[in-house]
């Protein structure tokens, strides 16, 4: 019963498919999945954008009343529908009353961020003491390493990924900076080896092994924003404790896409982002995680009244007396009106649970990546993982998307895709898809980044017309990821058609 | 023609008395005043509450359909009317095109934050470069700590108020902790004199001469939050700076209340929060100053993506380019949601100017101090400004606004209030209410800090029922502050009356 997990789920994929005596390319195949997928219903929880409304449709393409494929829930989540209705409650309250919003209504301003944490804390496995929600990720992390990174003359590098987040990079590069260190000896850049683009979990492991002595922090991504590969967090957290350095992760991309358990593995202290995978809208307040081991740590700390006990904060003694936990970590107070999207948010997140989103995410990406497998051929050639090679040439023959596709041009559906093929029947043969991503579905979450052999700006743009939203991450990439909150097997099925039909066209205009 | 800036206010309003034939006790005195304001209509620019909107009002007290007495803009300001508005766009926005709303609409949440620097510029006095609009105010005074604070064994001192505001004691204390100094010795708390509230600019300039040699940093309230003083910061900062300290301002309490000029006085860096006068709504985003002087600074610095140049941020190369100015402090994206808001208060602002706001509050506030005084008497025994209370004694007859309130109850305005003066007549002579804000109109904004007799809380509670909003602060005051953006002469009267009441109330319960 637990088969599933040990499985790869393009095993599970195909079992139905066989049952239901469907092709996976076909489009009931999608349509049967949906139609099984316990956690369907939770995208009309979603405002789930309409081909006509996004800014850039050519609606000589696509249906304008269709809805759009939404692939970018790694970079903007979509919003959630309750959201306008708890908005509108908090900017009532604001006109009607004024100040008194602070202590009344639905989102008390001076205190509706501490409701927040101990669902918070569900979705990343930790305890409502261990949550703060407040300030922007990176903001956290600075917060974090103030406390964590106290470098001494022999234990003073931080480690993190060579392709971190800009954000993380120049955050650690300035904190090593500030305290007189020179982040070319301080900063170690864990790297890919020659000709490879995924960290390898063993290489990460010896570099701590070697380095660890003089490591302070280590300071990685649990999911990688631009291969998407996810990082064995246990493993990596253990193997740190056990050279003595502190382990803190940036979760941006891991948070509400991949199962964590921050308190069972012992992480010291993470910081995560609320407007990806967790729908909250851009630049929303973002999450903090300290160890409940650390809750009555007496590191160095930027203080603010927002992190004194409420109950003798407004005493006005300027006598220090800490919140429990991540809270003392509080400065300002919070912004009133990002707290309506996170309770919007968390009420979805409540509705299910990580483990069955997930669940659902690995099918989800895995039926998107054998799609595309299907038709361009093999994953990325660093990957060395027969098994799952194995399986897609089983099933990829490059013929047989090409006429289901056509099937659907008889649909209606994709009509501009079948004229294409008409003038250009053999233009995909060129074109090469790559999938950056990890191939071992543990290894990954929800996004796959794809690049081509023709200009991704070009395929970008394509991919735009059609109301394919995803986004282009410099040098080489287009990530896309089906959020598996309200994305659909159909979404996918649909967003590898548009994928095809731009990828074509791309490569006409190059 | 520049005389009114000489002259006390009080002057001024006893001129315009006369002229009409009214007794400044008169509401009718009132009503003229708001006739020639010449920023009235801004009110209409605001959601103000009505008495039955406000959760704790006594209906039996006030009239439900009046507009409360709205005194509690220093805490929190009131709602612009076109929030509402600005805000469904951008709920709309996200509803309806996901992620592409960070470069779409009247508020793109990757850049909308910039946009708004110009504008804040002016309310402080700066250049549009020397600005940035982000987090909270003491997230932002620690980010400008960890630039400007940087002791060495001689010079590692950090200068505040004894009473500054505990979130700015607690920044200033873990950045003295944070760099391994003892607060006890690095931080000097400047007193007010024994038996006296206020803080003398005499006093504050010998302790930077005496101690500034080992001063980094002075670190004042443009305003101070408790008894609405306002610091000479020109005076003080270039004191600081013939010392060799940087000089920065906390102007909380002073932005968008009383005119300022930072670009000019040469003040190093300020922080300031958008919820108080500049009525944004709480935990807004907060305002950043960085002196032009500083604008290619290699300070160190916390440093996050967002600090980096826009042209090249999403090259994703990690290599650091500052963007200019303020702006390079930015750490993490904006939070979209919060920007609605302070569109809306800065378009309000832009159909004034500081100068012209400021004229009105000079006369509002001596209006409110006018009439507490002429009901109870002199202003706070500290204070020896001859000319002042000599004015107000003059004019002061206790038993004046007595009558003048009967003649209200007889329009059957605050009945109330005849009752209880008829059960309780004398019992007002019993009861004292002091002003601690100086009594100097230069050396104060819009607020008044009130103690009383009485036990403010019951004081406090009066004011609630009778839907004047206002607040209490630890460990004995009551501050009131008619905000001239929205408030009334009329509002003054109104409070004033209802203050009375609460005062003969609180007397009785006590
Ligand atoms: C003078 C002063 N400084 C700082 C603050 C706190 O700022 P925040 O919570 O916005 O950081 C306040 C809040 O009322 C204040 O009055
Ligand atoms: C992995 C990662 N870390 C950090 C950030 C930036 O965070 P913020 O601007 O919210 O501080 C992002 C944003 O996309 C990210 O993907």
């Not at 599933?4 to 599970?12: A, D, G, Q, S, V």
């Amino acid at each position: 019963s637990n088969g599933n997990t040990t499985h790869h789920p393009l095993e599970r994929l195909k079992v139905i498919a066989q049952e239901q005596g469907l092709d996976l390319t076909d489009r009931r195949f999608a349509e049967y999945m949906d139609s099984i997928d316990p956690i369907r219903h939770l995208r009309e929880d979603f405002c789930y954008p309409k081909m006509k409304d996004l800014p850039k449709t050519d609606l000589q393409l696509v249906d304008p009343e269709e809805d759009c494929v939404y692939f970018c829930g790694n970079s903007l989540g979509l919003c959630p529908k309750k959201f306008k209705e708890y908005m509108l409650l908090e900017v009532n309250k604001w006109e009607k009353t004024g100040v008194e919003g602070h202590t009344s209504g639905d989102l008390p301003w001076a205190w509706f961020d501490e409701d927040f944490c101990e669902d918070m804390g569900k979705i990343v496995g930790a305890k409502k003491e261990e949550v703060a929600v407040m300030n922007g990720l990176t903001v956290n992390l600075h917060l974090q390493l103030i406390s964590f990174y106290r470098p001494t003359p022999t234990r003073y590098k931080i480690m993190i990924e060579s392709k971190a987040f800009p954000s993380d990079h120049y955050a650690v590069e300035s904190q090593i900076e500030f305290h007189g260190y020179d982040p070319k000896t301080a900063m170690i850049e864990i790297e890919p080896r020659k000709g490879e683009l995924l960290l390898r979990a063993e290489d990460i492991l010896a570099k701590i092994e070697e380095e660890g002595d003089s490591i302070a922090v280590i300071c990685l991504s649990g999911t990688q924003y631009y291969t998407g590969q996810v990082f064995d967090i246990p493993t990596i957290t253990e193997a740190g404790h056990k050279k003595g350095c502190y382990v803190g992760w940036d979760l941006a991309h891991a948070a509400g896409n991949v199962e964590l358990k921050l308190n069972e593995w012992g992480v010291d202290f993470a910081c995560w982002c609320t407007y990806k995978y967790l729908n909250s809208g851009a630049g929303c307040m973002a999450g903090f995680f300290l160890h409940e081991k650390h809750k009555n740590n007496n590191f160095p700390k930027l203080k603010g009244w927002w992190g004194h006990k409420l109950d003798t904060r407004f005493k006005m003694d300027n006598k220090w007396s800490a919140d429990t936990g991540a809270l003392q970590y509080r400065i300002s107070n919070a912004p009133g009106f990002l707290g309506p999207s996170i309770k919007a948010s968390l009420e979805i997140f409540n509705k299910t649970s990580m483990k069955e989103i997930r669940a659902k995410s690995l099918l989800l990406t895995s039926y998107l990546e054998a799609l595309i497998l299907n038709k361009y051929g093999q994953p990325n050639e660093q990957q060395e993982n027969g098994e799952v090679k194995g399986k897609v040439k089983e099933n990829g023959q490059n013929g047989e998307v090409k006429e289901k596709v056509k099937e659907n041009g008889q649909n209606g559906e994709v009509k501009e895709k079948v004229k294409e093929n008409g003038q250009n029947g053999e233009d995909w043969k060129h074109v090469h898809v790559d999938i950056l991503s990890p191939s071992d579905p543990t290894q990954r979450g929800a996004q796959l980044s794809l690049s081509f052999s023709v200009p991704i700006l070009h395929v970008f743009e394509e991919l735009t017309k059609r109301g394919v939203v995803c986004d282009e991450r410099k040098p080489n990439v287009i990530r896309v990821a089906p959020a598996p909150l309200y994305c659909s097997f159909l979404d996918v099925y649909r967003g590898v058609n548009y994928l095809d039909q731009s990828v074509q066209s791309a490569a006409r205009i190059s």
